[in-house]
């Protein structure tokens, strides 16, 4: 049997506002990332070390918000290698929400979809009212499509070319 590289971990002697959930990677590079629940606001409140943000729809259809942050390396790595195997490390603890939610025998939530694979981490929500822009640490909302677009190639610096395509993810 092959082991995943990724490892959920509970800390069962948690307590307080210590972090109680954990990934471990346990291929190059090798960390461990805590995970913690956030509200929606609290995304703008960017940690010092590398972080990939988690935005699921649970099967009672509410957003839930996690972060995972990297707080134990275990060998030398850059910071870009690190995030390349922190922002698949999301998909596979949506895939343990989701497999909690089934053992529950509830309905099976559904993450919010990142853009595109070329800009991992952004997320671009549009509702009948406006439209948000969830990306490193930075939460933008938009009256139109066009002042949205304006911000993500002015002040984000996203090539136009890459706006063309993507999953826009509509919530009423």
């Given at each position: 049997?092959?082991?995943?590289?990724?490892?959920?971990?509970?800390?069962?002697?948690?307590t307080g506002d210590q972090p109680a959930e954990f990934?471990?990677?346990?291929q190059h590079p090798r960390f461990l990332a805590k995970v913690e629940g956030l509200e929606f606001e609290e995304l703008e409140n960017?940690?010092?070390k590398p972080f990939a943000d988690i935005l699921y729809v649970n099967g009672m259809g509410a957003m839930l918000?996690?972060?995972l942050t990297?707080?134990?390396?275990?060998?030398?790595?850059?910071?870009?290698?690190?995030?390349?195997?922190?922002?698949?490390?999301?998909?596979y603890y949506t895939r343990y929400l989701q497999d909690i939610?089934?053992?529950?025998g509830g309905k099976e939530g559904f993450p919010v979809k990142d853009f595109s694979p070329e800009l991992p981490g952004l997320k671009i929500l549009q509702s009948s009212i406006n439209w948000t822009v969830v990306?490193?640490?930075v939460i933008a909302?938009?009256?139109s499509e066009d002042e949205m677009d304006e911000f993500l190639e002015n002040d984000l610096n996203i090539e136009p070319a890459l706006l063309d395509k993507g999953v826009i993810n509509e919530f009423e």
């Open positions: 049997m092959k082991t995943s590289k990724y490892l959920i971990c509970n800390d069962i002697m948690a990934i471990l990677h346990n960017r940690p010092d918000v996690y972060r990297v707080i134990e390396y275990y060998e030398r790595a850059d910071e870009e290698d690190v995030l390349d195997e922190l922002f698949p490390a999301r998909d939610e089934a053992e529950d990306y490193n640490g909302e938009f009256a």
